[in-house]
């Protein structure tokens, strides 16, 4: 089988194809990223000779039909991913997650490839603390930032295309993932190196908003189930039972980095910041037999801190640049 991954390049995808190469050595693999700010072309180094890598960008009509005809299936990754950015300037949204999604829905569409989708439980918007509801393929899509409203934009595309179509896609909406080659913009990963450079880590608000965290490996584990058994135009939302709230994490990271726990800072809230997400993953733990490997969040987030303890190389170069640009929102 040879499969095409977009944004092999990013944290979800890179570590897709880390898991592929170690667990489908007879899978070839093709990374196409565009390798904006937020892709490294690094963290494909110790899988570089196992991979083919395309830089470009999925917007690229001519580029993506070229690379489609010639696999077995794509599986999309590639994203602007970053509500804080998604507020300040959303046109990169639009036309990646949007028009991006178009251009590789009309490729498979033409040369009959198998697509799966990667998307993210903020297209159902958010729910109250405390409520016992969780997101379930039923819930209605409600969208609260431009990120989220072009990730269920995509989503949509993707329905169509298979009911309209027959194009073979399937879907799956993931809660909030940690782990190695995150970048230093998103929650956990800022944390972690703001305490690795003396800063007081930031939170937003009063930090009560509730996070369903996963390790990163058991949503592409979860991904692959979904590939190999999951039902064509299905939607499958993938979580592993991880609610925290933003306070208990900040917490928990100055805990295990040898820290006064309470030596954060209160920071302006997002706008329109979401209060909470939480997934039933019912569907594919009954359906498709997926566990997650991760169950306790302390020793995942204390490997996850081991690896940017190890790696300052990697996340160096991002971190003055993405200070700055938080500086500016006065986060
Ligand atoms: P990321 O920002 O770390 O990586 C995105 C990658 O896409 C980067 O390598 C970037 O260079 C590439 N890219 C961006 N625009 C491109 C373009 N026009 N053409 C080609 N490549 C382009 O994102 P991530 O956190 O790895 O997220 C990957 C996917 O998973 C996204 O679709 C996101 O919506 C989804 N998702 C993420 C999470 C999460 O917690 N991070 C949770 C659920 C779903
Ligand atoms: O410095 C911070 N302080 C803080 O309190 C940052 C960067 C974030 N936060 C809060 C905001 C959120 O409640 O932490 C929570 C997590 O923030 P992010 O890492 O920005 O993630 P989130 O907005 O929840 O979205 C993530 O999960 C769903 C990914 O970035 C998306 O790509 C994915 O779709």
């Known amino acids: 089988m040879h499969v095409l991954v977009t944004g092999g390049a990013?944290?979800?995808?890179?570590n897709f194809v880390h898991h592929t190469v170690r667990t489908r050595p007879d899978v070839q693999v093709t990374v196409l990223?565009?390798?904006?700010?937020?892709?490294?072309?690094?963290?494909l180094s110790p899988v570089e000779d196992k991979v083919t890598f395309t830089?470009?960008?999925?917007?690229?009509?001519?580029?993506?039909?070229?690379?489609?005809?010639?696999?077995?299936?794509?599986?999309?990754?590639?994203?602007?991913?970053?509500?804080?950015?998604?507020?300040?300037d959303p046109w990169p949204f639009v036309r990646t997650n949007v028009i991006g999604t178009y251009q590789l829905l009309e490729a498979v569409r033409r040369?009959?490839?198998?697509?799966?989708?990667?998307?993210?439980?903020?297209?159902?918007?958010?729910?109250?603390?405390?409520?016992?509801?969780?997101?379930?393929p039923q819930t209605p899509y409600n969208p609260s930032s431009p990120y989220s409203a072009t990730k269920a934009s995509?989503?949509?595309?993707?329905?169509?295309?298979?009911?309209?179509?027959?194009?073979?896609?399937?879907?799956?909406?993931?809660?909030?993932?940690?782990?190695?080659?995150?970048h230093v913009e998103k929650f956990i990963p800022r944390q972690i190196t703001n305490v690795l450079d003396g800063i007081r880590p930031k939170l937003y608000g009063t930090g009560e908003n509730v996070r369903d965290w996963i390790h990163v490996d058991d949503?592409?584990?979860?991904?692959?189930?979904?590939?190999?058994?999951?039902?064509?135009?299905?939607?499958?939302?993938?979580g592993a039972d991880g609610e925290q709230d933003n306070k208990t994490v900040i917490e928990l990271i100055l805990e295990l980095m040898g820290q006064e726990p309470?030596?954060?800072?209160?920071?302006?809230?997002?706008?329109?910041?979401?209060l909470r997400y939480a997934i039933d993953?019912?569907?594919?733990?009954?359906?498709?037999?997926?566990?997650?490997?991760?169950?306790?969040?302390?020793?995942?987030?204390?490997?996850t801190i081991d690896w940017y303890r190890s790696n300052e190389a990697w996340w160096r170069p991002q971190k003055g640049e993405t200070e700055a640009r938080y500086g500016v929102l006065g986060r």
């Open 111 to 136: 040369h009959g490839v198998r697509y799966h989708h990667v998307s993210t439980d903020e297209v159902y918007g958010d729910l109250e603390l405390g409520d016992p509801t969780r997101f379930t």
């Open 154 to 182: 995509s989503d949509l595309l993707v329905r169509a295309w298979v009911r309209s179509f027959g194009v073979q896609a399937t879907i799956s909406n993931c809660s909030n993932n940690y782990g190695p080659y995150q």
């Open 219 to 238: 949503h592409n584990s979860a991904v692959w189930a979904i590939i190999d058994r999951g039902r064509i135009g299905e939607t499958y939302l993938i």
């Open 262 to 274: 309470k030596a954060y800072d209160h920071v302006n809230d997002r706008p329109g910041h979401d």
């Open 55 to 88: 830089k470009g960008d999925i917007a690229d009509a001519d580029l993506v039909d070229a690379l489609v005809k010639d696999v077995d299936l794509v599986v999309h990754f590639a994203a602007e991913s970053h509500n804080d950015n998604s507020l300040h």
């Open 33 to 43: 990223d565009a390798l904006t700010y937020a892709g490294n072309e690094r963290s």
């Open 281 to 303: 993953a019912g569907k594919l733990r009954t359906e498709l037999g997926w566990e997650p490997r991760y169950t306790t969040f302390r020793d995942g987030l204390t490997a």
């Open 10 to 14: 990013g944290f979800i995808g890179a």
